[in-house]
């Protein structure tokens, strides 16, 4: 895996025009930028970093502790199992992705910084750096993958009562509408001046989103991304939550991606369409010359079907997100693959050979893009390893075929910890941790007492 220096000759390469330090510091001087967002990802995708002023940002080295990595959803470290050092990282700016924070007062910019040790080698449990190993599989064969990610998140209204149940905020009518409107315009235009903040700030900071539909929960949307390179996308997903979360806030509302924030509603999914083009002429490998399904193909999709469920703790992070496997809502229960069949867990589109792919349904948006991103075109890679032939397409609803995912996320931490396919794609020290971390989350879990329990179990049992 390439270290700093040949980190800096990748971005230089990409001619974006901030691509050297003077360059950076340039473009921080011409916007009047005060101040720096170094983002890391942790392995939730939540933002870690510090915040630098502009005028030091390239002054010297930046460092954080190596154990942000170990920090449950809740900030807890967890115990040392995973051998975590708490030494320092050296953060390096990835500045292609220099850009404005369009939500705060003061100019301030943000950018991402990939993470190393003090020999130049890049620390493989970073979410952004297993995302780039993965990539250098297909480099190594001369395939580029293309994803195109569908976020799916609820509005809702502000709560200081962790107990109480949410509902859908108040529109711009000053009503609270908590029908099912699927593909509503009126309901979407209810939000119309949230929809065109969150528009506007996705502009200014360059996250090519596509389109915005009302989903079927009250209050529920799903954007869609524009094709392309998936280290790409998963900083736009990522940026993305961050400035639906912040527009949000600005509206006197709240955003959520949890998978099943509300009981007896649709729950939220990140779905993933994935192709895989040829690096030297971007032909689609995924179709035959003759326009027909390649082996290669259905090698892909017997991949996703064989290994996902080693790798269901990176679709289904939490204990909520099993919540979501319901056999209604167009959420799946199984990996059967049919052709425009939404009712699978591997949707193929009806497109033509050039656009062939498939839509991987079985994330929640409660993922860490970087991650499920990794993981689907991990599964799929190992398939095409394998020689793998994937069976016939299912016609008809998938939701008559029986459960077959994991039912509760302890099954899935088992089956990944003990994935050698996991560990080989992956890596074996982000595996270990991410694992260690899931157990972390879980024993948090198991020591809070639910209202459930309190109100049918505490006055009968």
Request: charged residues 25%; negative net charge.
């Amino acid at each position: 895996m390439p270290g700093i220096r040949s980190r800096v000759a990748e971005q230089e390469s990409q001619g974006c025009g901030v691509s050297d330090k003077e360059a950076f510091q340039a473009w921080l001087t011409k916007r009047k930028i005060e101040d720096v967002e170094t983002l890391v990802p942790d392995m939730a995708g939540a933002a870690r970093g510090k915040l630098l002023p502009a005028d030091k940002c390239g002054a010297g080295e930046i460092k954080m502790p190596e154990a942000v990595f170990a920090q449950t959803i809740s900030g807890n470290y967890i115990d040392n199992e995973a051998n975590v050092e708490d030494r320092d990282m050296l953060l390096v700016p990835d500045i292609t992705t220099l850009r404005t924070v369009p939500w705060l007062k003061a100019p301030t910019a943000s950018v991402f910084v990939d993470c190393f040790s003090k020999d130049g080698s890049p620390i493989n449990m970073a979410p952004r750096q297993v995302l780039r190993n993965v990539l250098a599989l297909y480099e190594a064969k001369g395939w580029t993958p293309v994803v195109a990610p569908e976020v799916e998140f609820y509005l809702i209204n502000p709560s200081a009562d962790a107990n109480a149940e949410i509902g859908p905020p108040e529109g711009r009518l000053g009503r609270t509408d908590a029908t099912r409107q699927p593909y509503s315009i009126d309901q979407m235009n209810d939000f119309d001046p949230y929809i065109n903040e969150v528009y506007s700030f996705c502009e200014e900071q360059g996250i090519r989103i596509d389109a915005l539909t009302q989903e079927m929960g009250p209050a529920q949307f799903e954007i869609n991304f524009l094709h392309g390179d998936p280290l790409t996308l998963a900083d736009h997903v990522f940026l993305f939550k961050r400035t639906v979360r912040e527009a949000a806030i600005q509206h006197e509302m709240h955003a959520t991606f949890l998978a099943k924030p509300m009981a007896g509603e649709a729950g939220s999914a990140l779905h993933i369409h994935q192709s895989i083009v040829n690096s030297a002429d971007g032909i689609n490998i995924f179709s035959t010359r003759t326009g027909r399904q390649s082996k290669l193909f259905s090698s892909y999709i017997a991949g996703l079907q064989k290994y996902m469920p080693e790798a269901l703790l990176i679709f289904a992070p939490y204990v909520n997100s099993y919540r979501r496997f319901l056999n209604s809502w167009a959420s799946p229960i199984n990996l059967a693959w049919g052709i425009d069949n939404r009712t699978v867990g591997l949707r193929v589109p009806d497109s033509g050979p050039e656009a062939r792919r498939v839509e991987n349904r079985l994330a929640g948006s409660d993922v860490n893009p970087y991650l499920a991103i990794a993981a689907t075109l991990a599964c799929g890679y190992l398939g095409i390893e394998d020689g793998l032939k994937a069976g016939e397409p299912v016609e008809g609803s998938a939701y008559d075929i029986p459960f077959s995912l994991h039912p509760h996320i302890t099954a899935s931490i088992d089956a990944m910890k003990n994935s050698d396919a996991m560990r080989k794609t992956l890596g074996d020290e982000f595996v270990t941790l991410y694992c260690s971390l899931k157990e972390g989350e879980y024993r948090e879990f198991q020591s809070i007492v639910t209202p459930w329990e309190r109100e049918i179990l505490l006055l009968n049992v």
